[in-house]
Structure formats: structure tokens, C-alpha cells
């Protein structure tokens, strides 16, 4: 039997994408490498856009987003120990959502239980076959070969998946990148937060990041060279290194307790052009990497697949190809600006090693005339609420 779309990766882009396609009616299949409890288990995002929450409004999956997502009227910027907030109602008249993504995927996968929206897990070894013919899929699962037939593959694999490395090795996309010389080591603890409002700080140590994920867990991060490892820092150290960074600025100061998580994670951006090869399309971290300064990874993979699910809806429905050929170009015009907003904020937040006093004075003129400029601050709080779709 051949399905009508076979998507890879139960990620929040594989999920969202699978839901909106199943309500729509249409045969979709997903297909995870993973076990679904280590999926559920990934500590990554924290804040979301509206066009994320909305999608998970339509889908009527919003019930405990609704009632422990922690609206976010602003966030604020620190220079040095200058609180600058940055007044999203106000400037917008919006918001964002602080949920976790891990809460978001453990919604989605319930979801998918009630709604009969199949999710294979720990399927092995995947290949993708004939992707600008009559696309099939091949993986291992219990020790067997299966193979799934289907009109359209979607890759939602992720940054390491097998989907882009497909269309790249076909020739003819190019890509986009920029590694940056520093990482993020984030700390999960049953812990109040120590200020009510996200806090993105350049201190002289280098960038920090206080954030939460409900009013008694926080989320913190501090930057680090590329060459730390978690064995460097036992957790004495870390909230040591909060507290100098965050006490001064905030309104309770830093409240240490037990990690239930902590790990290193790169940044990178990327974008991979092209979307689409054939009848294998790319949406989410498969396609483009944003750094984690501003948030935008996980809505950009919503927004991805917003655009995504009403061409192939529209196609199922009516024959026409013109929102398929469309895809790449509307979902590109809205990553190039996150991609634009989040080097932005990563490179006037964070300490470069090659940059040196000059450099730092810029950055602390910019953080001053932000605090000076409303014009400044409404463009900053434009791109974090997110860019319409
Ligand atoms: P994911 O989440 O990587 O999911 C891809 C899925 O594909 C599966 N897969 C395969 N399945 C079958 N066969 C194969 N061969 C496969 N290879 C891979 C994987 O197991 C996985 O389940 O990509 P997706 O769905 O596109 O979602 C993207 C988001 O996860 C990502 O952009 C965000 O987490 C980024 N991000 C943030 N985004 C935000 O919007 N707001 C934030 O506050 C935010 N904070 C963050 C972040 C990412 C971080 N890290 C660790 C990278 C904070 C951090 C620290
Ligand atoms: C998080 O809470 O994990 C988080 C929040 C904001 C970011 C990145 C990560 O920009």
C-alpha cells in the first residue's frame, strides 16, 4: 500500500507536521529513529511564538499548554549590571509562551495515541529511495526490513538526519554556514527562577542566559569555549559562576539546587538551500540551524510546517502543485530574517575571542542606545514575538 506522505522524525516539526496532516484527512506515517521516551526526554527549547502555540490551538492539542505555559509580556537585556527590558505587549501587543519543548513533544505524542496518527519509534538504518521517482523508505525495526511507499517524503530528521545528505549528495544545493567560536552550557533545576522575566546578559565573563521553564524550574546557561567538557564543571561551579553573573541584576538572586540536566551544546547557524528534491521536501532543523540567542529554532520549524501542511493539503485536495513549488520560497523569506535576528543577538550578547576592547565598547553603545530607543527596542521585540507567517 503507498501511503500519501511518509514523514522522518517525531521532533516537534515531524509531530506538528503529522497532526496537521491527519486532521486534513490524508495517509501520513512517521518514522523515528529514536525510542519515544528519549524524544520526550531532550531538554532543548523553552520559549514560543505564537505561531507555534496557534498551530497547537488549531490542532486542539493546547489544553496543558494552556494551563502551565507561562505567558511572557517581555524579556530583558543586560549590559554589565543595566537591566534593559524589553516591553513585547506593549511594543507588539503580543506575547510569548514559556513551555518546554519537552512538554510540547510529550503533548504531541499523546495526541497521536488518541487520534490513531501513527508513529514508528526506533526505526534503524532508514534510507530514502527514489525520491524524484516513486519514493519508498526503507529501515530496520525488531530486526526486520519494512518498507514504506509513499507520494511524498518530508525529512523533519534534524540537523544529523539522512534527508539533506540525500539532496546534497544529488548536487546542486548550496548551503550556508557560520560556526561560532563558543557554546552554551545550560543547568535544569527544581529551583524558582531568579527574576520573573527571561534575562539575556553580556557580562564581561561572557554571555548568560536566565531562564525557567515554570515558576519553581529554571533553565540556565553561560557561555564556554569549544573546548570545555561537563567534567570541568561540577555544578558548584556553574552556580558559582550565575550567581556573579546574575546576583547584581536580579531580583532574588540565583537559587542553587540539584541539576536534573546539564549538557554543552554548539552554535551554529545554517541554511540549506534547497527545500525540496523531487517528492522529498526538508522543514525544521533539517533544513537550517539557528543559534539558541532569540528562540527561534523550534518556531521556525512550526512555521515550516504550517506553510508546509497547506500546500500538500492543498494538493491532496485539488491536484494543484503551485503551493509545493511555492514552499522553499515563503519558508526561506521567513528563516533568512530569523537566522538575520538570532546572529544579531548572538554576536551583541556574547564574548568573541578574537574581539577586543573596541569591540566591546560597541556592543555596550549598542545595548545603550537600545535602552535609549524605543525605535530599537520595537525591532528587537518585533523579531522575538516572531515574524508573521
Ligand atoms: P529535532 O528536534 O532535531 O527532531 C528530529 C528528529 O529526527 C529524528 N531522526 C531520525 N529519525 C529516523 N531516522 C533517522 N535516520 C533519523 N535521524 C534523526 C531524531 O531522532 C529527532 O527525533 O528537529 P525538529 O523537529 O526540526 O525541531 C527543531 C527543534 O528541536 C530545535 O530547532 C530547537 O530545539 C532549537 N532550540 C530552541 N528553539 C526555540 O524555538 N526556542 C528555544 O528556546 C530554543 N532553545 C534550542 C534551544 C536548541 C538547543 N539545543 C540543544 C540545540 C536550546 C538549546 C540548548
Ligand atoms: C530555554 O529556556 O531553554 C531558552 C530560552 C531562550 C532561548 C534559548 C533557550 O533563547
Not at 117 to 131: G, N, P, Q, V, Y
Not at 266 to 277: A, D, I, N
Not at 363 to 368: C, I, R, S, T
Request: proline share 5%.
Amino acid at each position: 500500500m503507498t501511503r500519501q506522505v511518509a514523514i522522518i522524525g517525531a521532533g516537534p516539526s515531524g509531530l506538528l507536521l503529522g497532526h496537521l496532516l491527519k486532521a486534513a484527512g490524508i495517509d501520513v506515517v512517521i518514522i523515528e529513529r529514536q525510542a519515544q521516551a528519549y524524544v520526550e526526554a531532550r531538554i532543548r527549547a523553552g520559549v514560543l511564538e505564537t505561531v507555534t502555540t496557534d498551530l497547537m490551538r488549531r490542532l486542539g492539542i493546547d489544553a496543558r499548554m494552556n494551563a502551565d505555559g507561562l505567558i511572557e509580556d517581555g524579556f530583558n537585556l543586560a549590559s554589565g549590571d543595566q537591566l534593559i527590558r524589553i516591553d513585547i505587549k506593549r511594543l507588539t501587543g503580543r506575547h510569548v509562551t514559556v513551555y518546554g519543548q519537552t512538554e510540547l513533544t510529550r503533548d504531541l505524542f499523546a495526541a497521536a495515541q488518541e487520534r490513531g496518527l501513527e508513529a514508528i519509534c526506533e526505526a534503524s538504518d532508514l534510507a530514502i529511495h527514489d525520491a524524484e521517482g516513486a519514493p519508498f523508505v526503507t529501515f530496520v525495526r525488531g530486526g526486520a526490513i519494512q518498507r514504506i511507499d509513499a507520494q511524498f517524503v518530508i525529512g523533519c530528521d534534524g540537523f544529523h538526519g539522512p534527508s539533506r545528505r540525500l539532496i546534497a549528495d544529488a548536487g546542486g544545493a548550496k548551503s550556508f554556514e557560520r560556526e561560532y567560536p563558543f557554546g552554551w552550557l545550560g543547568i535544569l533545576a527544581d529551583v524558582p527562577p531568579c527574576h520573573p522575566e527571561l534575562i539575556y546578559a553580556n557580562t564581561d565573563d561572557g554571555f548568560a542566559l536566565a531562564s525557567m521553564r515554570s515558576p519553581t524550574r529554571s533553565r540556565y546557561y553561560v557561555q564556554v569555549p569549544l573546548t570545555e567538557t561537563l567534567e570541568n564543571w561540577p555544578e558548584d561551579r556553574l552556580w558559582d559562576e550565575l550567581a556573579r553573573r546574575f546576583d547584581p541584576i536580579c531580583d532574588f538572586g540565583v537559587t542553587r539546587g540539584p541539576a536534573l540536566e546539564m549538557s554543552i551544546a554548539p552554535l551554529r547557524s545554517f541554511v540549506f538551500e534547497t527545500m525540496r528534491h523531487g517528492r522529498l521536501f526538508l522543514a525544521g532543523d533539517a533544513a537550517h540551524i539557528v543559534p539558541p540567542t532569540g528562540a527561534k529554532g523550534l518556531n521556525l520549524a512550526a512555521s515550516d510546517v504550517a506553510y508546509l501542511s497547506d500546500a500538500l493539503v492543498d494538493y491532496f485536495r485539488s491536484g494543484s502543485e503551485e503551493g509545493l513549488i511555492g514552499y522553499e520560497r515563503k519558508a526561506l523569506s521567513r528563516i533568512w530574517k530569523a537566522e538575520r535576528f538570532s546572529w544579531y543577538l548572538t554576536k551583541l550578547m556574547h564574548r568573541f575571542p578574537e574581539d577586543g576592547p573596541f569591540e566591546h565598547r560597541m556592543q555596550a553603545a549598542e545595548l545603550d542606545y537600545v535602552a535609549q530607543s524605543e525605535t530599537m527596542q520595537t525591532v528587537i521585540a518585533e523579531n522575538y514575538v516572531g515574524l508573521p507567517l
